[in-house]
């Protein structure tokens, strides 16, 4: 026996023609600078083309009948050109379409032309459509003649990752030229050229900063800078520009950072002006601009009345002495003590502890990192707490086996003082506690968490740092820790003396010195002189060819200059000075403060 059988057609509603979703006529061909990620502009379409696709199913039991089911579905294409952007342009990257991402046109049928002046008609619609055949010059497009839609006959979304015809030197394309992270800091890479700002309107305020012309001795032309004088934006002589906000203590609240910066806005212009985008004043003066050969150039030359706190663009005349045994020397009439007399009245913070390293030393003074952890991870409510490891031992010393040091500032947002009570057994023995200032909560410390010293000026002293001595051995390390302190100043211009470590030796009359020419002490010696003296030229004072001129014609101190060190009549040991040295060294640090009217 057989039963009936019957049949059952489903068929989508076909479309017949493209449905535009993306075209905009008289929507402007995009200039781009760096890479980018852009959505393009379909400006092109034509032989829509629905293709059916029928499948079949049947279903039924033995025995005959059943049903058979019949659905037609519809794919679509068009041929299509999607504008990017004014050309020509460089590589297109990754395209992204709907929630796809793919890392070349070829991947989804794509073809790409990158918009030159002089670029041909596309061959599919000379061929196909002459009538349309037009060469879109100066347009980087893509293109397909045969592009799949989606199910609606649509062009799905897309976006390219394309490289603008405008890209800023020695920076990867599509990176920052400038950038204003949200803690207030400001970052950048610059380029000058010059004739390019009107500089009779640019304002004072700037949203509490203030501009002001600096004397080309500091290295600074032109500055922004807070009411306190600290710097925000900085051109240097050499056409660069930098800028860090070190506002106090506390980063630039978000909502102080206006739109406007009182009057200044940021436009994008024509690149016939000769520039990509620019930040302008009210009446449209450029201030800060991206030019279209990729630079970003800002040349200021403004004279700006002096105004209240001023003087903080430059440190103060109080001196912060940063070094070891050699700054603190207590045994004879220091160098610090015979220089305060050859200079004008100030404070001279003594700095030196004896026995430290360059590391340990800039550590002290927030020119690096000690990460503290402490028992129990916890700051107590109030009395001190044992320290159970600290990455920099930055109060321990050789030099003094018995005894405490204590240096103030915070941990984990609490200001208190660490105490370093010295062991007889050496530096790793040596007990480091902490103790709150004021008794308050407790509170968590993560393991590891820095200290942050209390400086003395906050960064606004004028530096005499002389350390490296004790880890002459490592002088990669020294030479970090010297651009460290450098930078810890918070002021436009940069006020510092470098010393470089002396070499001595055995003081024994009769007995040749051990640290002489040939040596691995005498050669580490020389490279971070010659390294000192190409990074900071004349600010950097080579003690040991200083004081050899001061030998007293003896044997052993003529011995000692032949050697390339301190002579030994000037020397109370293998390295420290004597009352005599010392005021040599003075006179010269004078001189050098006295000659830059410091």
Known sequence: ????????????????ALQIQSSASGKPIAWIAGRNRISPNL????????????????????????????????????????????GPLGAIHRVFRDK??????????????????????????????????????????????????????????????????????????????LGCRVDGSLVGKFMLRDGTVDRSTLKLDLDGFIAKALDPQSGYAWAVIDTLGRIGLALRVDGTVTGKFLLGTGAVPRKALGADLSGFIA???????????????????????????????????????DVTGIEYLKPVHDLLCAGDSLTANSSQVSWREQL??????????????????????????????????????????????????????????????????????????IHGTLTCTHSETG???????????????????????????????????????????????????????IRAMVGMQKTVEKRYLIITPPLGGNPTPGTSTGEGIGTATYNNCIALEDWATTEYGDRVIKIREWLMQFNDGSADDLDDVAKGVVPRSLRLDIIHNTTISNGHIARRIAYEINRRSW
Request: charged letters at 15%; a negative charge; proline letters at 4%.
């Open 340 to 413: 305060a007399p050859l200079i004008s009245a100030r404070t001279i913070v003594n700095g030196g502890i004896g026995g430290q390293t360059s590391r340990q030393i800039a550590a002290r003074f927030g020119a690096g990192t000690a990460l503290v952890t402490v028992t129990d991870n916890q700051i107590p409510a109030s009395g001190s707490v044992t320290v159970t490891a600290l990455s920099t031992l930055l109060l321990s010393t050789p030099a003094t086996n018995s005894g405490t040091f204590t240096l103030t500032g915070t941990l984990g947002g």
């Open 267 to 305: 436009v994008q212009l024509s690149p016939e002006s000769g520039y990509v985008w620019a930040v302008v004043d009210a009446v449209g003066r450029i201030a800060l601009g991206i030019t279209t050969a990729g630079k970003t150039v800002g040349n200021f030359d403004i004279h700006i009345p």
């Open 100 to 177: 796809e991402v793919f890392s070349s046109l070829a991947q989804i049928g794509l073809n790409y032309a990158n918009g030159t002046h002089d670029q041909t008609v596309w061959g599919f619609l000379q061929t196909r459509h002459p009538a349309e055949a037009i060469a879109y010059a100066d347009t980087a497009y893509v293109f397909s003649s045969r592009y799949l839609l989606n199910d609606n006959a649509g062009v799905q979304n897309h976006t390219f990752e394309v490289d603008g015809r405008y890209q800023v030197p020695g920076l990867p394309d599509g990176r920052m030229a």
């Open 427 to 481: 530096d790793s023995s040596d007990v480091y506690t902490f103790a709150r200032d004021a008794s308050g909560d407790a509170r968590y410390s993560a393991p590891k968490s820095p200290f942050v010293p209390d400086v003395p000026g906050d960064g606004f002293y004028t530096e005499i740092i002389w350390m490296g001595r004790n880890n002459l051995d490592n002088i990669e390390q020294i030479k970090a820790d």
């Open 43 to 86: 400006i092109y379409y034509s032989d829509f083309e629905a293709v059916a696709k029928t499948t079949t199913k049947k279903s039924g039991g033995k025995g005959g009948g059943g049903a058979t089911q019949k659905d037609t579905t519809y794919t679509y294409y068009a041929a299509i050109i999607l504008a990017v952007g004014r």
């Open 1 to 16: 026996m057989g039963g009936s059988s019957s049949t059952i057609s489903n068929s989508a509603t076909r479309i017949n």
